[in-house]
Structures are given as structure tokens and as C-alpha cells.
């Protein structure tokens, strides 16, 4: 590929995915709505779709107010981190297998990393707010993250033995003949819970648990900063689920349709999966939810470990 | 009363003759006079003493005697303070009243005897500027720090257009703002201990968790709740007040919005005690129009609770479901009232117009239509796992703890007592309804839950029973006091076109007396306790409401969880604002 090749399929991920982010504002609040026996956005255009236009115009247009007790810089930077490491994160996702930013050969280890950097946003933008709510929700955040971050690699090792590498594309390749949702359930729900806590959502939406915390680490952001979390989350979203898509069921594979159409069912999928439990589950405690990690969903992992590891060594012989 | 009740004998017999002097009420509730020394000895008495005791403080308020007509028949010139205890044992009220002399008196505080006298006495204070010795810290509970004047006090004016215009300016901006911050020395609370620093967060008065302008300053250490004080008062709109210059009548609306969840369901408890002072014996078709809509808002206000409980716990979808069920209530409530939430349509002596045309369609439709839907719901609330570990467990309190904080309704039930006053004090008619009272045992917020949503259930078997066997009849009673007065014979003779002017006009003369109601309302038991001295318009409205002890007591349940549970723990009360504040 030439290196205009590379800078195009850079800014389509970067404008596909900013898009998507965009438009999950409409699809989840029109799902929301629809689950919810109520209308949702419908006055904005068709189906209420420009809602999405509003609200990023809104947001652009709002007073963007730095509180003065606030820490200025660490404030300002917090939100860029999470929409940057998120954003990253797509670099090694590969869509097809000509549409792949950067198809490390250590790709899963790249995005666990990237993953991990998400929680200094919350932390720094807690911290930084000067606000005791803020904080409460940023030290809520921090040990949730840190937490779910391990479970979240454990439960994906299983998918390396199997596979013998971190290269996504090797992955989704190794899948050819049997999605890995078969062989490595356990790890699919392991992998999805983290995922769900990685991008604090309801059910485990507690750094940011409304009716508790107002709003948690990011009480005091208003304007595009706050726009930031807002899209940093979408994207995160859709990073769990385009890695749920490729890990477990098998990326773009699929008959009669195009690659990228595979995926994008796929990732879409999972979205909506990510709506249907903001619209059904209520929101654990936060210790529960710690609890509940290390006390059931570690031994479950590393038991998943053992299990596989025997089995592929049996099976090698 | 023509027979002594042995409570009267006993205490006679103890305390001696010259205690005690009588003061018959049309209520039927017992009602001694006695001197300030001997109230504590009694208290303790009644408390503790005495076989079938009586251990809940229902009730503790004062009385500004000073302005009153024919108020030689008192002990009193100047203030009364009056407690209501009440016995489960006995089924029984015993009130207590306590003459005091002079502009500023003081009294000896009961707080030692009875925990929920202290939010009492500290009304009391704030409103008539008695002081109560002993109190652990009286300080005003409703009205701002700030303010001058007692507002209870017959001196204090009753408009704003009484107390000259209000000017904000800088200085005084300040003055208030240094009012609002809270002092934990005050209360006695340090702000660090060995390991930590206590951090003190402020929820509310502008919180989404609160449901409303209240304010809970929490001592916490990490996220676990040390202590919690309560600042209540942000809605206080001085129902109370109100009551001794609108007429009767008129004063009606104004209970709407006290428990405003709970709609005409406040109407009834003023109106009782209207009906007690005027001698009105309500036709028996009222009776059962006001049990039905009484028990449409009931369901309508636990659907209200039901949703926003899921809510604070993060479940987002149930209250769009319950909403839109209670618009079906709504509906109904519309086509018989012509109001929602606010109806004001009870009257004295009976309601405000007959039932409409098609009435029992409407009705029969929800009650066919609702028992699925409520099964569904409490499947989809109930049964989930998050939300038994988020409620059971959480927020408990003991039968004994909760009688001494004076909790009554579903409350009192979640911890086992079988306690309903529709079924034990009967009122309106309920002795004719069949229904079950439920109960849970654990006391806990999970059990909170339940035993509200049975509760949504036997509303609607009432309902039904309203629905089947409504008595044909007047919707008013034949009496001259009734609001609006009957027309009957108005154009007939001058006489009654008089006394039809005047009632119209001035508004019905209640005879003098007083009387309390008592009614298990949505969130529990809610009483008017009238004072009328022959006038146009009460003496004094006392509004004993159920969410007010219900507050007082959520930081004593709340110690030691954490604030999440303290969300769990103000949903499961089941308080509203207005109904706390007045």
C-alpha cells in the first residue's frame, strides 16, 4: 500500500467512526424510546435523525466554563484522553482485511493498553473538578477500571492460546472454520461485562450514577469538553463491540455479503445490546460490583485459563 | 364521653384527682389537661408503665390561645401544647395538653422519653418560640435561621403583603448564604477521627436523588455514612397558616398539595375532621365515591414511588411504563373530578358533583386491565437480582424502632405489625370493604417494596368492590353546614336565602370544638387536628403528616451503609416533600 493509501483508510476510520459516535446519539435514544413505550427525538428532520446535528451544534455553542477552583490544564486534558485512547484503539481494529490502520502483531495487547489509559481521563477530570461528587465518581472509576482491565485481558488469553498470537487479523483468520464464541463462551461474558464496566454504562454506570453522584467525575464539564466524555463514550461503545464482533464471531467473516458489511452487522449488534441493558438492568453497588469482580469473575477467568490451556495441550498432543 | 375510659381511672388513681382535668372533645379522644411538672411523669407512665402502653409520640404541637374567642372554658391565655400518643395495643389515642402562661414560656423537652419529639419540638419552637428544655439542639427546623419572628404566633401576619416589599441586597445575600453552611461542631460531629478526614457532601437541596428541594449533609468517611442531618423546610408554604385565615371551604385546595401525590386522599382527612366538628353524618354514596377515588390516587401515588424507586437504583425503564399507567388513573380521575393531581373536589359534607355518565366503564377498564400490568411490573422490578441485593438488608429498622420514631404506614407493615387504619379505626365507610392488610417482616427496604405494591393490589380489589355495589343515592349530606350549602328552599323563604348568602359568602360558622381525624393515607397515617372557636374559619389547622417522622429517621437507619444506599433507603420511605414541610 502507498502511504496515500494509508493516510485515506486513516481519515475514512477516523470520519466513519466519529460519524457513527455522532449517530449513536439518535440510535440509542430512539431505541431508549421505543423500549420504553415513548417517542423519542421524531421532530428534527426524518425519524428525528437530525437530532444528532443539534446536539453537536448545542454542545459546540455552549458556554464552555472552566470552573475556577478547577486545576486548568489537568481539567482541559482530561477529556481529550478519553476520546484519544479510545480512538487509538481503532488503529488496530481490523474491519477487513484491506481496512486495518495498523495490523500489529501485537494488536491485542496494544488495544488492553489503550483501554487502560481510558481510566486516566476519569481520574485527572474527577480530580481536577475540585467537586466532591466528581471526585467520589473519579475514585469510584479508578478502581472499577483498574479492576475490570484484569479480568478483561485474562478473559482474552484463552482466545491467544488458541490462535498462538495477539495479531487481530491472525484471530479473526483462526476463526474461519468455528467462531470463538464456541470454544471460549465463558470468555465472551467475561469479555463483555468488562466491556461494559471499561466504558462505564449502566448497569455499571457508577462513577457516573445519576440519581447518587449527579454526575460523577464529570459533574463540572460543560460545552465540547463535555462533548468529549459524551463521544468518548459512544466510541467506546463501539470499540467494545467492533472487539466483541472480531474476537468472538468471527470479524468481517461471513458468506454473500461484502467483508465491512459483516462487520458492521456484527459490531451493530452489539451496540444494540449495549442499549437493550442500559434500558433493562438496574445499577449494582459499587463495592457489590467489586464484589462481584474479583470474587466470581476472576476464579471463573482463570479457571477458563486452565480449562483451555489443558484442552489445547491434549489436543497438540 | 359519658362512660370514664379506664385509662382516665388508672391515671387518676396514680397520679391523683387533682392532676388531671378533663376537656371533652367531639372526637371521643381522650383529653387531659395538666400541669407542665407532671408531663413527663405521665409520658413515662403511659410509656412504660402501664399494661397496653401507649409508645408511638403520634403527634406534638402548639396552639396559640391568645386571639381565641370564648376562651374562658380554658386552662389557658396564652399557649397550649397538645401530644397525641396512641397505643396499638389498645387501638387508642390519649391527648395531653399543657397550659402555658406568658409571651415566651418554655416547657420541659420530652425528647428523653420519645426520639421523634425532638423534629416535633423543634417545630414548636420554630413556629410559636417556645423553648424546650433539654432539647439536645433546638433549632429551627422549617423556616430559614435567619428569620424573625415565629410564624405560627397569632402577632405574626399571615401575607406577604402584611410584612412590607422584599429587598435582596448584597449584605443581606451574604447574611443568608453564611446561614446555609452547615457547622458540623454544631452538631456535634468531629471532622476527623484517628484514620480519616471526614469529607461532608452536601445532597441537595438540588440533587436528582432527592425528589425534591431537601438537603441531607453527610458525614462520611470514604462513602460510608458516619452521620446525616436532614435540612427540611425548603418547601414549607405554611399550610398550617393558611388554615387559620382561608374559610372552611376554602381552605380546602390547599390540602390538595400537601401530600400531593396523594390528592383528594388529603381532602378527606381535613373533612373528617370538618364533618366530626359540624356534626355531618356523610349518605353512604360519598362515603363509597370518596373510598374509590381515595384509593385510585393510592395506587397512583405507588406507582409514582414504584417507578422512581427503580430509577434511583438505576433502572431506567419501569417509571416510563408506570407513568403511563398512572395517565390511565389520571384518566379516570379527569372524567369524574375535571382535575388531576389537584382535584379539590371532596366538600363539606359530601363531593363536589355526582359521578358522571359512564363512569363505570372507565373504571372497569383499568381494574380488567391493571392486575397484568402490575404482575409484570413487579417481575420486572422486583425479581431482579440487582435490585434484591441493592434493597434486602439495606435500611432496617426494628418494630420497636420504628414505633419509638413514630413510622406508621407501609413502613410500620414492612415490619410485621398488621397494622391499617381502615381496618382498625375504620373511617368513610371502610368497615364495608373487604380487603387484606399486607405485611413483610424484615423491616428492610426490599420489604418496603413489597408490601406497597400488594398494597397497589388490594386498592384495586376496593376499588372493584366500589365499582360493583356503589349505593344509589344524594352525593351530599342534608345538612345546613355543607359546602356549598343546598339550594333546596332558598327561593321559598327570606330565612334560608340568608343563611345561603351567608354560607356562600362568608363561608359555613363550625361550631366550636376541636377534632382530629386519622387516616392511612398513601404514605401513612395523616390526621387534621382542627381547632374551631365559632368562627368562619379554623382557629388552628394542625397537619400531622406521615413523611415528616419518616424523614426524622432516615439518618438513624442510614448509619454505616453507604451513599448508595441511602438513595435505596429515601426511595423506600416514600416521603413527599410538601408533606414533610407543609
Not at chain 1, 172 to 185: C, G, I, S, Y
Not at chain 2, 154 to 181: I, N, S, V, W, Y
Not at chain 2, 391 to 417: D, H, M, N, Q, S
Request: aromatic share 12%; hydrophobic share 45%.
Amino acid at each position: 500500500m502507498t502511504v496515500m493509501q494509508h493516510i485515506w483508510i486513516v481519515l475514512g476510520v477516523l470520519f466513519v467512526l466519529l460519524n457513527i459516535a455522532a449517530g449513536l446519539i439518535w440510535v440509542e435514544r430512539r431505541m431508549l424510546a421505543m423500549w420504553q413505550d415513548r417517542l423519542g427525538p421524531n421532530r428534527a428532520g426524518p425519524l428525528g435523525i437530525l437530532i444528532v446535528l443539534a446536539d453537536t451544534l448545542k454542545l459546540f455553542f455552549k458556554e464552555d466554563w472552566i470552573p475556577p477552583f478547577a486545576d486548568k490544564w489537568v481539567f482541559i486534558t482530561a477529556p481529550a484522553i478519553v476520546v484519544a485512547s479510545v480512538l487509538l484503539s481503532f488503529a488496530v481494529v481490523p474491519f477487513t482485511p484491506q481496512i486495518i490502520v495498523a495490523d500489529l502483531n501485537i494488536g491485542l495487547l496494544f488495544f488492553l493498553a489503550m483501554s487502560s489509559l481510558g481510566v486516566y481521563s476519569i481520574v485527572l477530570g474527577g480530580w481536577a473538578s475540585n467537586n466532591k461528587y466528581s471526585l467520589l465518581g473519579a475514585l469510584r472509576g479508578a478502581s472499577q477500571m483498574i479492576a475490570y482491565e484484569v479480568f478483561m485481558g485474562l478473559s482474552l488469553m484463552g482466545v491467544v492460546m488458541l490462535t498462538g498470537s495477539f495479531k487481530l487479523t491472525d484471530i479473526v483468520e483462526a476463526q474461519r472454520d468455528m467462531w470463538f464464541v464456541v470454544k471460549q463462551p465463558v470468555a465472551l461474558v467475561v469479555f463483555f461485562i468488562a466491556g461494559i464496566a471499561e466504558t462505564h454504562r449502566l448497569p455499571f454506570d457508577i462513577p457516573e450514577a445519576e440519581s447518587e453522584l449527579v454526575a460523577g467525575y464529570h459533574s463540572e464539564y460543560s460545552g465540547m469538553k463535555f462533548g468529549m466524555f459524551f463521544i468518548g463514550e459512544y466510541l467506546g461503545i463501539t470499540l467494545i463491540s467492533a472487539m466483541t464482533a472480531t474476537i468472538f464471531f468471527g470479524g468481517w467473516l461471513g458468506p454473500f455479503l461484502p467483508p465491512w458489511m459483516w462487520f458492521f452487522l456484527k459490531t451493530f449488534a452489539f451496540i444494540l445490546f449495549f442499549i437493550l441493558l442500559r434500558a433493562s438492568l438496574p445499577r449494582p453497588r459499587y463495592d457489590q460490583l467489586m464484589e462481584y469482580g474479583w470474587k466470581f469473575l476472576l476464579p471463573l477467568v482463570l479457571l477458563n485459563l486452565l480449562v483451555t490451556g489443558a484442552v489445547a495441550l491434549w489436543i497438540r498432543g | 364521653m359519658t362512660v370514664v375510659s379506664p385509662i382516665f381511672q388508672d391515671l387518676e388513681k396514680r397520679f391523683g384527682v387533682e392532676t388531671f382535668q378533663l376537656q371533652i372533645t367531639v372526637d371521643e379522644i381522650l383529653t387531659l389537661w395538666l400541669a407542665k411538672d407532671r408531663l413527663k411523669p405521665v409520658i413515662q407512665y403511659l410509656k412504660n408503665s402501664i399494661e397496653q402502653p401507649y409508645r408511638m409520640l403520634y403527634d406534638l404541637c402548639g396552639i396559640d390561645e391568645r386571639d381565641r374567642a370564648k376562651k374562658e372554658i380554658l386552662p389557658t391565655k396564652d399557649f397550649t401544647i397538645v401530644y397525641h400518643l396512641f397505643s396499638f395495643d389498645r387501638n387508642n389515642f390519649i391527648r395531653l395538653k399543657v397550659a402555658l402562661e406568658g409571651s415566651m414560656p418554655s416547657m420541659p423537652s420530652i425528647t428523653s422519653l420519645f426520639k421523634n419529639a425532638n423534629w416535633y419540638e423543634r417545630e414548636v419552637y420554630d413556629m410559636f418560640g417556645i423553648k424546650f428544655e433539654g432539647h439536645p439542639h433546638l433549632q429551627r427546623i422549617l423556616m430559614p435561621l435567619t428569620w424573625k419572628g415565629h410564624p405560627l404566633r397569632k402577632e405574626h401576619p399571615a401575607r406577604a403583603t402584611e410584612m412590607g416589599p422584599f429587598k435582596l441586597f448584597a449584605e443581606l445575600e451574604d447574611r443568608e448564604q453564611d446561614a446555609l453552611e452547615f457547622k458540623p461542631e454544631e452538631w456535634g460531629m468531629e471532622r476527623e477521627s484517628e484514620d480519616a478526614d471526614f469529607m461532608f457532601l452536601n445532597i441537595g437541596p438540588q440533587h436528582p436523588g432527592t425528589h425534591g428541594v431537601l438537603r441531607i449533609v453527610l458525614q462520611l468517611d470514604g462513602e460510608d455514612i458516619v452521620d446525616a442531618v436532614p435540612e427540611i423546610g425548603f418547601h414549607h408554604r405554611g399550610a398550617e397558616k393558611m388554615g387559620e385565615r382561608q374559610s372552611w371551604h376554602t381552605y380546602i385546595p390547599y390540602t390538595d398539595r400537601v401530600d400531593y401525590l396523594g390528592g383528594v386522599m388529603n381532602n378527606l382527612a381535613y373533612l373528617l375532621s370538618v364533618e366530626k366538628l359540624a356534626g355531618i353524618e356523610v349518605p353512604d354514596r360519598v362515603k363509597v365515591i370518596r373510598v374509590m377515588l381515595c384509593e385510585l390516587f393510592r395506587i397512583n401515588s405507588h406507582l409514582v414511588w414504584f417507578g422512581t424507586f427503580a430509577q434511583d437504583l438505576g433502572q431506567l425503564s419501569p417509571v416510563f411504563y408506570m407513568f403511563t399507567d398512572r395517565e390511565k388513573v389520571f384518566d379516570i380521575i379527569e372524567a369524574i373530578c375535571g382535575g388531576r393531581m389537584h382535584p379539590n373536589w371532596f366538600r363539606i359534607g359530601g363531593v363536589a358533583q355526582d359521578l358522571p355518565d359512564g363512569w363505570d366503564g372507565l373504571v372497569r377498564d383499568f381494574v380488567n386491565y391493571f392486575p397484568r400490568k402490575l404482575k409484570e411490573y413487579s417481575n420486572m422490578v422486583l425479581r431482579n437480582s440487582i435490585f434484591k441485593a441493592r434493597t434486602k438488608g439495606i435500611g432496617i429498622y426494628t418494630l420497636e424502632e420504628a414505633i419509638e420514631w413514630g413510622v406508621t404506614g407501609p413502613g410500620l407493615r414492612a415490619c410485621g405489625l398488621e397494622w391499617d387504619f381502615r381496618k382498625k379505626r375504620p373511617y368513610s365507610g371502610y368497615e364495608m370493604f373487604d380487603f387484606d392488610i399486607p405485611t413483610a417482616q424484615n423491616g428492610d427496604c426490599f420489604d418496603r417494596s413489597i408490601v406497597r405494591v400488594e398494597e397497589m393490589r388490594q386498592s384495586l380489589r376496593i376499588v372493584e368492590q366500589c365499582l360493583n355495589n356503589m349505593p344509589a343515592g344524594s352525593y351530599k349530606a342534608n345538612h345546613p353546614l355543607t359546602t356549598p350549602p343546598l339550594k333546596k328552599h332558598t327561593m321559598q323563604d327570606i330565612e334560608t336565602l340568608i343563611t345561603h348568602f351567608l354560607n356562600v359568602s362568608w363561608g359555613p360558622v363550625i361550631p366550636p370544638g376541636e377534632a382530629m381525624s386519622c387516616i392511612e393515607a398513601t404514605k401513612g397515617a395523616n390526621s387534621y387536628y382542627l381547632t374551631s372557636d365559632g368562627n368562619t374559619s379554623a382557629y388552628r389547622v394542625r397537619i400531622r403528616t406521615p413523611s415528616f417522622p419518616h424523614m426524622q429517621m432516615v439518618p438513624y437507619i442510614s448509619k454505616g451503609y453507604t451513599v448508595s444506599d441511602l438513595l435505596s433507603i429515601l426511595g423506600s420511605v416514600d416521603y413527599v416533600l410538601a408533606d414533610i414541610d407543609r
